[in-house]
């Protein structure tokens, strides 16, 4: 059965969105999030973690469970036999890492769109996940045409070519961008400025941009009370908390907790 992309839905509405990350490859991670009912969509950050494709199968079906849809977040070597594994296994979206130029932003286009000659893109018939109850050829269609399109805009080449690139990204109908602080600050030969003031003027210009040119930015928070900054100049789509932080954070408050309590023993 073809799950219904309910993320698409909340943007064809022009409405805000929430997510959170997924490093952990454990399939429970997902459905929990999906049990809530709190969150629009779950990222599984590929790029980061450990998988193949039966791992890939897993986390979709779980998701599915709680008709939470999901966005694979690619490393960039690789990333065309990878996107499409995951749409095969049933993600929803998928997030580009490392977009340079206009020409990249073509090349995403093509590896996750349509191989019909109206779309031009490369992505054929993949007999997998969505085959498994029926074989749809239409439904296919459809839903590949409600993936969810994001780049990452993380490189001085990008800042550089942020016209061009937010151009093209409209053209080809990305839905949104995400700003990559770690990377730019990487890429400009000066990590340090990563978590300084300094960094934050690039990040307002990719902001700014992203929404003059009709593509709306994302911007990942790991706490409720940092959207508000975001949320005030034109941003309503977050990425909020990681698996993995959350987890240690937690296991750490409570081993305090009780260390301290022992103290007194």
Known sequence: ????????????????????????????????????????????????????????????????????PLMFKLDQEGQGFWAQAALGAGFKSV?????????????????????????????????????LSSYDIEGYMQDLKSVVFAIMIEKQETLDNIDAVLERSKEKGVDMTQWGPADFAFSTGNPSIQGTPEIREYEEIVIRKSIEYGVPPRIEIGEVEQAKRYIDMGVKHFCIGWDRFIYRQKVAQLGEGMQKLLETV
């Open 1 to 68: 059965m073809i799950l219904h992309n309910t993320f698409r839905d909340k943007l064809n509405e022009g409405k805000g969105t929430i997510g959170t990350h997924v490093l952990f490859h454990d399939p429970d991670i997902p459905e929990m999030i999906g049990d809530t009912g709190l969150f629009d969509y779950a990222e599984y950050v590929g790029e980061y973690s450990t998988f193949d494709m039966t791992t890939l199968y897993h986390i979709a079906r779980s998701a599915q469970c709680g008709n939470l």
């Open 95 to 131: 997030l580009f890492t490392d977009v340079r130029t206009a020409d990249d932003v073509d090349e995403c286009h093509r590896l996750i769109s349509c191989d019909t000659p109206d779309i031009g893109g490369h992505m054929g018939v993949k007999l997998r996940r969505p085959a």
